[in-house]
């Protein structure tokens, strides 16, 4: 009965879409397969889903499938569980001295919920204030995409593009907006097609309430190219 229990606590945790912690919960021994020895186990394991659901396997269409998913939550999907896929941490000295804003906005998300394995898709907008330490542009989303190539709750993806911009340019002055589909809301369960969810994260200055406000009207900018 108590175990019961616990397992519907899951289910509605997961289904509320509620996170536990700013960091990703990964094991000990998250790291001990290689990502070859990954791949043959989780291909084993998509060929078992598939059969439990009664398709037959040896359909040329769906031979090649527990491969090809297996290949795929290892090196795309979830390829930003491997410390090794972060981008280098280089930066550059301010040279120009400038000393206001920079908004990197419209930075495409691909993630996923952790909660049912499904799409994640939306837009990432990205401000520091340097403090003498500049990042090239497409770092900011090299870094929104490493974090999104995880299981995720988009609250944490939120959150770890700011500790890592924090880190990178030694400035607490990041801030992070995400406006995202997560398609397990979309497709499934409550079917709404139009809902979007926003998370936002701001650190240092992006706390004023004048910094906070400069960074939403660069967002609302709509220039046309
Ligand atoms: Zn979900």
Same mark, same amino acid.
């Given at each position: ?7 519907? &606590? @899951? ?18 021994? %998250? ?8 791949? &043959?186990?989780? $291909? ?5 889903? +598939?059969?439990?659901?009664?398709? &037959? ?5 769906? !031979?090649?499938?527990? =491969?090809?998913? %297996?290949?795929?939550? *290892? ?8 410390? /090794? ?11 120009? /001295?400038?000393?206001?804003?920079? *908004? ?22 990205? %401000?520091?204030?340097? !403090? ?6 497409? $770092? +900011?989303?090299?870094? *929104? &995409? ?15 593009? *700011? ?6 340019? =030694?400035?607490? #002055? ?6 995202? $589909?997560?398609?397990?809301? =979309?497709?499934?369960?409550?079917? #709404? ?8 994260? @701001?650190?240092?200055?992006? $706390? ?18």
């Amino acid at each position: 009965m108590k175990i019961e229990n616990d397992l519907q &606590d @899951f289910d509605s945790f997961g289904e509320n879409h509620v996170g536990t912690s700013s960091n990703t919960p990964l094991r000990n021994d %998250a790291f001990e397969l290689s990502n070859e020895e990954k791949i &043959d186990i989780i $291909k084993d394991d998509i060929r078992h889903i +598939m059969e439990t659901l009664g398709l &037959d396997l040896t359909d040329d269409s769906l !031979n090649g499938t527990p =491969n090809r998913v %297996a290949k795929m939550f *290892v090196k795309e999907l979830f390829g930003g569980l491997d410390p /090794k896929k972060k981008p280098s941490s280089s930066t550059f000295e301010n040279k120009y /001295k400038y000393g206001e804003m920079l *908004v990197e906005k419209n930075i495409t998300v691909y993630s996923t919920c952790e909660h049912h394995l499904l799409p994640i898709v939306g837009k990432a907008h990205i %401000a520091y204030i340097s !403090n003498g330490t500049v990042v090239g542009l497409s $770092k +900011m989303n090299r870094i *929104v &995409d490493y974090y999104a190539k995880r299981p995720q709750v988009q609250e944490r993806l939120t959150i770890q593009v *700011v500790k890592e911009l924090q880190q990178v340019l =030694n400035t607490e #002055d990041v801030a992070c907006i995400i406006d995202a $589909k997560h398609l397990c809301v =979309n497709s499934r369960g409550i079917r #709404d097609i139009e809902s979007s969810t926003v998370t936002s994260e @701001f650190g240092g200055k992006f $706390k004023e309430e004048a910094t906070r406000r400069e960074f939403l009207d660069y967002i609302k900018l709509d220039t046309k190219f």
